[in-house]
């Protein structure tokens, strides 16, 4: 039985050896290029199998850092160059996600050190000792972000056409006083119990986080996870419509600015939702240049910051308030006070992810 220690110790041309060697032994007639001709090339592979038979062109790649997509890229213009079967990538490291998304489909097989390791074990009786460092994504994380992902795009697509016009909705004209205001009160109580909902889901959701960290791979209360963040979801997709109903309102010059303010509102919660969805999903995407040496720990705090909107909400009803005396003005100020209290304080949770290597 062959030992080394580490294979990351091996230079390029000993790692090229050693590939080549395994290849061999699986039944190849091997060739390898000139390296200053190389044209991309490592070694070129013949198999004389039936069913197997052709031409494979081989790239070995000793890396200490991630394998991404451009080396996919050149590779795949020399296999069409070379009419060959198969470009075969072998590397000690790990290929990014967006490596293995361009190889999806194509004539590209990508073998990383873990798997490396076991063919090398398998036809050479050799034996690493080598721990292949590898990002072990909690299923918990990979469920929130499959999910809430596409909700949280589709939302901001559709907020974002809305605005800009390419999608037509109806305009509710409420230009009556009374009316109005009748209108916004319904608004603010449903807006900050909303907030208040999805306080409490992104708490819960961080709960289950925590649960399933410790323990990812005996962790099988998933669809917890999967229930909760459907939940979240149409918290969400609820949001969106109460947004568009208000949004499509039409009111009296005297409450643009109140109406404007409201407004930003909504828009402080979308953009806090999508930001921290989307950074959960950043930080769980292995990078280009990531190179494995501790865990990962990612800082994402989620606060519905809307203490600026609600002062300026506030300075608006006194300022309304002193112009008119047509309107329960006391009524209206307990309920949107209670509502505004819920939202400037609504939630200040730090989510902290950890993702271990082993």
Same mark, same amino acid.
């Given at each position: 039985?062959?030992?080394?220690?580490?294979?990351?110790?091996?230079?390029? /041309?000993?790692?090229?050896?050693?590939?080549?060697?395994?290849?061999?032994?699986?039944?190849?007639?091997?060739?390898?290029?000139?390296?200053?001709?190389?044209?991309?090339?490592?070694?070129?592979?013949?198999?004389?199998?039936?069913?197997?038979?052709?031409?494979?062109?081989?790239?070995?790649?000793?890396?200490?850092?991630?394998?991404?997509?451009?080396?996919?890229? #050149?590779?795949?213009?020399?296999?069409?160059?070379?009419?060959?079967?198969?470009?075969?990538?072998?590397? $000690?490291?790990?290929?990014?996600?967006?490596?293995?998304?361009?190889?999806?489909?194509? %004539?590209?097989?990508? !073998? #990383?050190?873990?798997?490396?390791?076991?063919?090398?074990?398998?036809?050479? $009786?050799?034996?690493?000792?080598?721990?292949?460092?590898?990002?072990?994504? %909690?299923?918990?994380?990979? !469920?929130? +972000? #499959?999910?809430? +992902?596409?909700? /949280?795009?589709?939302?901001?697509?559709?907020?974002?056409?809305?605005?800009?016009?390419?999608?037509?909705? #109806?305009?509710?004209?409420?230009?009556?006083?009374?009316?109005?205001?009748?209108?916004?009160?319904?608004?603010?109580?449903?807006?900050?119990?909303?907030?208040?909902?999805?306080?409490?889901?992104? $708490?819960?959701?961080?709960?289950? @986080?925590?649960?399933?960290?410790?323990?990812?791979?005996?962790?099988?209360?998933?669809?917890?996870?999967?229930?909760?963040?459907?939940?979240?979801?149409?918290?969400?997709?609820?949001?969106?419509?109460? @947004?568009?109903?208000?949004?499509?309102?039409?009111?009296?010059?005297?409450?643009?600015?109140?109406?404007?303010?409201?407004?930003?509102?909504?828009?402080?919660?979308?953009?806090?939702?999508?930001?921290?969805?989307?950074?959960?999903?950043?930080?769980?995407?292995?990078?280009?240049?990531?190179? %494995?040496?501790?865990?990962?720990?990612?800082?994402?705090?989620?606060?519905?910051?809307?203490?600026?909107?609600?002062?300026?909400?506030?300075?608006?009803?006194?300022?309304?308030?002193?112009?008119?005396?047509?309107?329960? @003005?006391?009524?209206?100020?307990?309920?949107?006070?209670?509502?505004?209290? +819920?939202?400037?304080?609504?939630?200040?949770?730090?989510?902290?992810?950890?993702?271990?290597?082993?």
């Amino acid at each position: 039985m062959e030992t080394y220690k580490d294979i990351d110790k091996l230079n390029g /041309i000993e790692f090229e050896d050693l590939v080549e060697k395994l290849i061999s032994k699986m039944g190849f007639i091997t060739e390898r290029t000139k390296r200053s001709f190389d044209g991309g090339i490592d070694i070129v592979a013949i198999n004389e199998q039936p069913l197997f038979n052709g031409k494979y062109i081989i790239q070995c790649k000793r890396y200490s850092k991630s394998i991404g997509e451009p080396v996919l890229r #050149d590779l795949y213009g020399v296999v069409n160059s070379e009419h060959a079967n198969k470009g075969i990538v072998i590397t $000690n490291s790990y290929f990014t996600k967006t490596a293995k998304e361009f190889a999806k489909n194509k %004539p590209i097989e990508l !073998i #990383d050190g873990k798997k490396l390791t076991e063919m090398l074990d398998k036809h050479l $009786n050799f034996y690493a000792e080598k721990k292949v460092e590898e990002l072990k994504i %909690p299923e918990a994380y990979k !469920i929130t +972000v #499959d999910l809430l +992902v596409p909700v /949280i795009k589709e939302i901001s697509d559709r907020r974002t056409k809305i605005k800009n016009g390419f999608i037509f909705v #109806d305009k509710r004209h409420l230009t009556n006083d009374k009316v109005f205001l009748s209108f916004l009160q319904k608004n603010q109580s449903t807006l900050a119990s909303l907030s208040q909902t999805m306080t409490s889901q992104f $708490n819960h959701l961080y709960v289950l @986080w925590e649960n399933s960290r410790g323990e990812q791979e005996k962790y099988t209360n998933l669809s917890e996870i999967k229930t909760h963040c459907g939940e979240f979801a149409k918290s969400m997709q609820k949001m969106e419509k109460e @947004w568009e109903v208000f949004f499509s309102v039409e009111t009296s010059e005297y409450f643009n600015r109140l109406y404007n303010i409201t407004c930003e509102f909504y828009e402080v919660i979308f953009k806090e939702n999508e930001r921290v969805i989307l950074e959960l999903e950043k930080a769980i995407s292995i990078s280009e240049d990531f190179v %494995p040496k501790n865990n990962i720990e990612v800082n994402l705090t989620v606060n519905y910051d809307v203490g600026k909107c609600t002062e300026e909400f506030n300075n608006e009803i006194s300022a309304i308030t002193k112009r008119s005396n047509g309107f329960n @003005w006391k009524s209206l100020s307990d309920s949107l006070g209670g509502c505004l209290v +819920v939202l400037a304080f609504v939630l200040a949770a730090i989510i902290v992810i950890v993702i271990a290597i082993f």
